[in-house]
């Protein structure tokens, strides 16, 4: 599969990808434990029962090309780089990942054949990420191995790192997401809430010069039908919006060395 290949399947919304993907983590590891590690993995295929019906095939990695692995949903089978099987029964994170990648796309019902590649795959501009296999599959790794219980019982995303055995960035990402939707939010009394908005002192704009963000934004290609004051893409071909910069969110994404990269394609890395 080439790598900015995606394709198409029903509209899942990240909450019932969430569902889905935190009941597989509760079959296998119960609740309150982490996903536990494995180090044998046709063991830990056949020994678990939410998983029965699935097969792996090792492959010599000059078969496999730049495709990390490849699920066959039809077969309910996955084909993975030997080098890669090695990687995930020595607890490397990314190989883990990958696993629990492929997985997604057996157990969500994925119609067409999919591959993890080696740089990451990419979402097609015109695609939404609720629509989007590879988007699906990457939502699904994360909250399998990294389900909001044990994100909640975290102080930071280095502890979640270490405990669920994924890597610093992938928890950071997955912390920031589950607090930031779970924070609470202070409520000021009504009297003092009346009184802060009297006392606000009205935004006052002191210069025309275009911010970061405004100059950041006017690199990226405009999408055919979209308001390119709204949405755009980036040159790895995400779909971003304007009002989502630095936000983690599906749309978010950020200023890195004078290039926007969008935070999906930051969560793949």
């Known amino acids: 599969m080439d790598q900015t290949d995606d394709y198409g399947v029903p509209r899942r919304s990240n909450a019932d990808i969430e569902r889905v993907a935190e009941a597989l983590h509760a079959k296998i590891a119960g609740t309150g434990n982490p996903m536990p590690r494995i180090t044998n993995l046709d063991k830990f295929i056949e020994e678990t029962p939410a998983l029965q019906g699935i097969t792996i095939v090792v492959r010599p990695d000059n078969e496999m090309g730049n495709a990390e692995a490849r699920a066959f949903p039809k077969a309910k089978s996955i084909h993975i780089k030997k080098s890669i099987r090695e990687q995930i029964e020595a607890n490397v994170p990314r190989s883990t990942m990958t696993l629990f990648h492929e997985l997604a796309h057996l157990l969500l019902g994925h119609p067409a054949p999919a591959a993890r590649l080696q740089a990451g795959n990419l979402l097609k501009s015109f695609r939404s990420a609720s629509e989007s296999a590879e988007h699906q599959a990457k939502y699904f790794a994360a909250c399998a191995l990294m389900p909001t219980h044990i994100v909640m019982a975290c102080l930071d995303p280095v502890q979640l790192a270490a405990k669920c055995g994924v890597s610093k960035e992938s928890a950071q990402y997955r912390f920031a997401e589950v ?17 802060s908005v009297r006392s606000a002192k009205p935004v006052t704009f002191t210069s025309t010069r275009p911010t970061e963000q405004q100059v950041a934004w006017s690199t990226l290609d405009a999408i055919p039908g979209d308001d390119p004051n709204v949405y755009r893409r980036t040159r790895t071909n995400y779909r971003v919006k ?18 926007v990269v969008s935070d999906l394609d930051r969560r793949t890395r």
């Open 179 to 195: 607090k930031s939707r779970n924070a609470k939010k202070p409520e000021l009394p009504f009297a003092e809430l009346i009184e």
């Open 242 to 259: 304007y009002s989502d910069f630095k936000r983690t969110t599906d749309l978010g994404w950020t200023i890195e060395q004078g290039v």
